[in-house]
């Protein structure tokens, strides 16, 4: 159970994604590139981090550049998960399709400028998944979309924009933000479809994405000061697109949210030399129900308060690039606790992460990540079960993730990335409360392939 | 808000009543993004422009548009916004930034400026280098399609030096001089240029 994929493995599944991702003659170049005529690593340190520019073209609403026609592009990802005991102590396998190449993901994006004023991206992504017994199934819907407007004030001197300011649209907490040290673009950028992770997560890293409709304002000052205030409500009536293909009959399939949620971020910015530097806080209040069928379920709150920062230094040949984030969630699960779905009336979690990335003529990259999640212990939050379940109702996990990327050209690139824990929900040997299973067999190895095209 | 007034939105304003309006409104709401506002850069890698030589920046220009610039940043980052441009706003465009106040020298290493002083005023006989003042000036000021070097970030003099040794840039001229300057010669140039 602990071999991992053969390198005429690896390159098979290599051969095959470039087959079906050229065949038709797809057009090599992203819809923003064309758009602009620039390079990708004039906006992308590696996709999706962004540099200094591309900070500045996404807030200026992807505005900048001669509009498309035909404003698509595509991006596909494939890949090979090795997870390091794949015995679920009764003999099942943990993941599907460990050791072989798999298909992950394929997407188009319609991305480009509308008027010099309107811009956005919406991404649509056909995602397969895999099940333990060998079958596999194929699911459609949208994925990140971001619709922006945008004014500009200059300076006295007309020399310069020194006040961005604008709306967004988009259906995921933080993929607006343009810091890659907030969740919705945060490391890793990319994960495997199919490892174990831990249980936990607060709300705004990843838990509403594609379900909420969020309107926000925001304005950039003088390259320096950033402020944004966003509202939150359930992505139906017109906002449904935002939710497109989700499975929104199903109890537990999508989160409602009561009424507005708001959301707000600030961040100090500058950039000095071929450096740059952010440190910023955001924080979101959410109210949810219990049941997202039933309007009548009652709410549970969420208030996630975070801090970041950022630290690049873009240059030729070297890049260095750091990212660090910190969230505590309140969790006020007055409605959950009154159902008997909690054991606590509220509970805490909290999140860390920090990653530094180095690449060499923005072609070899390596990548080091530390992360770590802790919270109050709640059995019926987090009670115990095969694998993904706690012995003593805890979510404390962490870990580190070490990641090698090559870029042979621009939009191809091809990663090994290794995610190692020390702690797996709650505990170390027999964290799960059902085998003797220990944090490190979750440890897994992903051979990756992405493609923009 | 005080320091602000209302040019809003579009960079390609119908209204604009001259072309250097039109030129100065690309500048601040799409160059400046890199070059810095009225062209004064804060990264090295983007080129200062305030106070450029007009002739050298329409022939740069027109280089990238006719895509005879062919280093990495060049086809990496100017040749896509070289299309936005067409010759009047390329002339407005130049005009523009010629015209703009150049930024202060940038202090650096002691002893490569002092090394670099010394192959800038004086060449390098023994390599078959000329003089850089002797083109680009006793205070590398620049003159007509010779550009302005003082103040220029060192890392993107030396990137330059480098494309046009390797032909990356149709500089015919440029390379018959540098082409035996070694990469110790190159950055005590850069450094002492960058200082002026």
Redesign the interface.
Known sequence: MRSMPSLPQFLLAVAASFIVLFAGGAQAVPSY?RQ????C??CHVSFPELT??GR??KL?GYT???RQDIPLAGMAIAGVTSIKNNDDGTGMPVTARNNLPAFNQASIFLAGKAT??IGGFVQYTFAQTYSTDGTGSGHSGIDNADLRW??????????????LYGLTLHNNPTAQDVWNSTPAFGFPYTSSPTAIGPSAATQIEGALGQQVAGLGAYVFYDRTWYAELTGYRTADGVFSFLRHGQDTGSPGSVARLQGGNPYVRFAYNK????QSMMVGAFAMRVKRYLDNTDPTSGTDRYTDRGLDAQYQY???PHTVTAQARYIVERQDHRMSFAQGLTANTDDRLRSSQIKATYYFEHRYGVTLSRFAIAGSADALLYPSGAVTGSANGKPDSRGAIVELDYLPVQNVRLMAQYTRYSQFNGGRRGYDGLSSRSPSDNNTLLFDLWVAY | MGALVGFVGNAFADDASTASDAAQKVAASICAACHGPSGVSVSPQFPRLAGQQEAYLLAQLKAFKSKTRAEADAHDYMWGMATLLDDSLIAGMGHYYATQTPAAGIAGNANLIARGKVIYEQGDAAHGVAPCASCHGKSAEGAAIFPRLAGQHAAYVRRQLEAIQKTFRDSPIMHGVIKDLDSAQVAAVAEYVQSK
């Open positions: 590139a602009t005529g620039q390079a690593v004039a200094p520019y500045w073209f200026s900048i550049g001669i010099d004023n945008v004014g500009r004030m200059g300076s006295l001197d007309a020399n310069e924009v020194k006040l950039e000095w030399g071929a873009i240059s030729d």
